[in-house]
């Protein structure tokens, strides 16, 4: 895995990752709160070994409210933040996160992106030198010695934003999730062809879009449960009916944060829980009202 020097550009030199720990005894669940940002991805996972992982922070205008959650859940360290890539419905609210908590290392794709967005995400970086490592496909994240974390998916040159998006697999015992990102079908059909990607969990890639979640894709994860993370009213049309097909026709309890709000995924490992913020009954009768 490589670090990466944060100057006005990435500049990368190679180094080993940071972490390995001895296998102690767990002191928690495997805790995976899905953030309500409305049209982006925020995941905050609490590991067994009690590390804090953030991947992603939604946009801009979300950072506030990822902030939020998290003092909530008194977080006041993110060992690990993972930005899968530098689309700003992704790293936009990162910024405002940096500012406000103390971040161990960040995991990057390393894709180079000419925005706003992304300049102000480096300078964050850069002011608080943060270490920065480089995902590399296949790598194996010795972060929590209860937890198998492998990154199955990162940037090559030819790649798209989406298409460049870090993919983690995360196994707790006898419990897996899928992190997938904004990946497309190309990426869906290369991930089934190097890897077993059977998953208990699944948070759908691209919030649903008509790019990804072939048929063929879910079938090979084929979760117990898939979540969404999209906001109610967007403007490009997501999730497609053609994905959510694919997922009703495989029987996978579905969860959004456009419909239940925040949510969270706890397991010991063997056995899980799945809690939300709200009721999906009252967004039916809020589409009632609203027809």
Request: net charge negative; hydrophobic share 40%; glycine share 6%.
């Amino acid at each position: 895995m490589k670090r990466i020097a944060v100057i006005l550009i990435f500049t990368l030199t190679i180094t080993a990752w940071p972490y390995h720990t001895q296998a102690q005894t767990p002191t928690s669940l495997l805790k995976v709160h899905f953030i309500d940002v409305g049209q982006g991805d925020s995941i905050l996972i609490e590991t067994p070994a009690d590390k804090v992982i953030l991947v992603d922070g939604g946009p801009p205008d979300a950072g506030p409210a990822v902030v939020d959650y998290l003092n909530k859940q008194q977080i006041d360290t993110i060992d690990l933040l993972v930005a899968t890539h530098p689309d700003i419905d992704h790293i936009g609210g990162l910024v405002e996160v940096m500012k406000q908590f103390k971040i161990g290392h960040v995991l990057d794709n390393g894709k180079f992106h000419v925005t706003k967005t992304y300049l102000k995400y480096v300078h964050q970086i850069r002011r608080q030198m943060i270490p920065v490592y480089e995902a590399g496909e296949d790598d194996h994240i010795e972060f929590d010695p209860f937890l198998k974390m492998q990154i199955l998916n990162a940037d090559e040159e030819t790649r798209t934003n989406n298409q460049s998006s870090i993919v983690l697999a995360i196994e707790y015992l006898q419990k897996s999730l899928l992190l997938a990102g904004d990946i497309d079908k190309d990426m869906e059909y290369q991930l089934m062809k190097a890897y077993d990607l059977k998953g208990d969990f699944l948070k759908i890639p691209h919030h649903g879009s008509d790019t990804s979640s072939t048929m063929a894709f879910i079938e090979a994860v084929h979760p117990k449960a898939a979540i969404l993370s999209y906001a109610r009213e967007n403007k490009f049309g997501h999730p497609v009916e053609r994905v959510m097909g694919n997922l009703q026709r495989m029987q996978i309890d579905l969860y959004s944060t456009a419909i239940h709000g925040n949510i969270v995924l706890m397991t010991d490992g063997k056995h899980h829980v799945i809690q939300t913020e709200k009721d999906p009954l009252d967004y039916v009768g809020d589409q009632n009202e609203a027809g």
